[in-house]
């Protein structure tokens, strides 16, 4: 079965830092492209970040850009959001999803991390 | 404010159909990239319902269909069951933002 599970995420400040965590199991990991998409609780969805197969290119929404880091480590089938910078309104549900190279839809979707930046 | 837009709400009763328009641009919709559809069951996570416009993922019931025309979308449910009462969500890429985006979601509400 594909499954993608996050970790990490959780309560910080503004200006604060968090690492999300997402790890694959199922598939080859290495051979798909991996992304981030985040959910405000009981709104709509917002792509936020891409990394190819390989580790390059990589792309990230404006919303996030020079804020946010995507990486992955395939030996260990995983994919990281580094989340610098946050602001109350980086508060979300934030998904790892899988992208297959060639196409433009997102699936299978992880059961997400919440992140909440409040004082 | 999304850059695919849907009507927030559509309603129906059981064994009616119901569409669920996705307007975009000529920089989305209206390119070569193609349209999606996810639904999101209350409490659950998005599930890819349509892809590429027309295909359902295997175990998505033919009830659900999706089409795509110039900068527009839809998708279609017909003989509406209870357990399509979900939030539903297009998706398609944007070639000016070099961005994948969504639209802003719609609740579907079974009578």
């Known amino acids: 079965e594909v499954q993608l599970v996050e970790s990490g995420g959780g309560l910080v400040q503004p200006g604060g830092s968090l690492r999300l965590s997402c790890t694959g199991s199922?598939?080859?990991?290495?051979?798909?492209?991996m992304n981030w998409v985040r959910q405000v609780p009981g709104k709509g969805l917002e792509w936020i970040s891409y990394?190819?197969?390989?580790?390059?290119?990589?792309y990230y929404a404006d919303s996030v850009k020079g804020r946010f880091t995507i990486s992955r480590d395939d030996a260990k089938n995983s994919v990281y959001l580094q989340l610098n910078s946050l602001r109350a309104e980086d508060t979300a549900i934030y998904y790892c999803?899988?992208?297959?190279?060639?196409?433009?839809?997102?699936?299978?979707w992880g059961q997400g991390t919440l992140v909440t930046v409040s004082s | 404010q999304s850059v695919l837009t849907q009507p927030p709400s559509v309603s129906g009763a059981p064994g009616q159909r119901v569409t669920i328009s996705c307007t975009g641009s000529?920089?989305?919709?209206?390119?070569?990239?193609?349209v999606h559809w996810y639904q999101q069951l209350p409490g659950t996570v998005p599930k890819l319902l349509i892809y590429a416009n027309t295909y359902r993922p295997s175990g998505v019931p033919d009830r659900f269909s999706g089409s795509k025309s110039g900068t527009s979308a839809s998708l279609a449910i017909t003989g509406l069951q209870a357990e399509d009462e979900a939030d539903y969500y297009c998706?398609?890429?944007?070639?000016?933002?070099?961005?994948?985006?969504f639209g802003g979601g719609t609740k579907l509400t079974v009578l």
């Open positions: 990394i190819m197969s390989g580790g390059s290119p990589i």
């Open positions: 000529s920089s989305n919709i209206g390119t070569r990239y193609e």
């Open positions: 998706q398609s890429y944007d070639i000016s933002l070099s961005a994948w985006v």
């Open positions: 999803v899988r992208k297959t190279v060639g196409t433009t839809w997102f699936d299978p």
């Open positions: 199922g598939f080859t990991f290495s051979s798909y492209e």
